[in-house]
């Protein structure tokens, strides 16, 4: 179904962005809602499904274990090695991961997929109407598209907070930046959706509910993974320190933690809103 996917160094920065932590070990919180979005979405065994922007399988490993063939693609060489290194310890023979660019998956033909999932993958590339048009275009027509996208300043999203306190201490992006934000709002999903040719009526979106768990990890604990090993995080911790504001920094983060925990009593549960979106074709 897919040869192999060109380098796309030179034409995505975001590269740079997913190597330089290990999203492997923020990824290990979020397992259990991958399994349970994945058990919701009812998926059948003879489906041909691609997983964009999967990073090391989160939600690609439990779709192959219905049975399913599964595609993960990723812009991060080591996510891409680290999630063919699962499904390998797994023996999942239908589970592929490989390098490729969301924004032109250029090897990939058209209508390759029954289903195209990108859970707070794709909605990271750098233009958003080309990942629309190339999740249209190697959906199989009557298939689907569904993406899990945070949504702007929601006070109820962990992660969106997160990014909104990383904000005020990083400095403004470059010229022409389209913030991933964008993706959890409802009128831009449709407007990327319509220039790919996608009917308003044919898309619906709801909130839902992706949680961090961990038993023996604290929120402080979560906070140091994501300064060390998660890129967005790295990136406002390496610009505090520029401006000697490492520990403000970190004491925001670390009660926004406390504060958004459900398990009071040892450990982590951390919910996080965001939009699913579901396409049909």
């Known amino acids: 179904m897919i040869k192999q996917i060109l380098d796309s160094k030179s034409e995505n920065p975001n590269r740079a962005l997913w190597e330089k932590g290990d999203f492997t070990e923020i990824a290990a919180l ?7 979005l994945v058990a919701d979405l009812k998926i059948p065994s003879y489906f041909q499904v691609l997983d964009l922007g999967s990073g090391d399988g989160t939600t690609a490993i439990p779709i192959a274990r219905t049975g399913a063939e599964v595609t993960g693609i990723d812009i991060a060489k080591n996510l891409v090695e680290a999630g063919n290194q ?7 023979t239908n589970l592929k991961f490989q390098e490729g660019d969301a924004c032109n998956l250029q090897e990939v033909r058209d ?3 029954d289903l195209t999932l990108s ?3 794709a909605m990271f590339a750098p233009k958003p109407y080309d990942v629309a048009s190339e999740m249209v275009r190697v959906t199989k027509p009557g298939g689907r598209i569904v993406m899990g996208n945070w949504i702007p300043n929601d006070p109820t999203s962990f992660v969106s907070q997160l990014f909104r306190i990383s904000a005020s201490f990083s400095p403004p992006p ?6 991933p934000m964008t993706w959890g709002m409802k009128a831009n999903v449709i407007d990327y959706f319509a220039k790919a040719g996608v009917k308003e009526g044919k898309i619906s979106m709801l909130k839902d509910t992706y949680s961090f768990i961990s038993q023996n990890k604290s929120p402080e604990d979560l906070i140091e993974l994501l300064r060390k090993f998660y890129g967005p995080t790295m990136n406002a911790f390496e ?21 958004q925990n459900l398990n009071y009593n040892k450990g982590i549960y951390i919910p996080a809103t965001f939009l699913r979106v579901i396409v049909h074709l």
């Open 86 to 92: 699962r499904a390998t310890e797994e023996g999942l």
């Open 174 to 179: 470059p010229e022409g930046f389209i913030s």
């Open 119 to 121: 859970v707070f993958g």
């Open 30 to 36: 979020m397992r259990q809602s991958g399994e349970v």
């Open 111 to 113: 209508h390759s997929f």
């Open 239 to 259: 610009a505090a320190e520029k401006n000697d504001r490492v520990d403000e920094l970190r004491t925001r983060f670390v009660e926004l933690a406390n504060q």
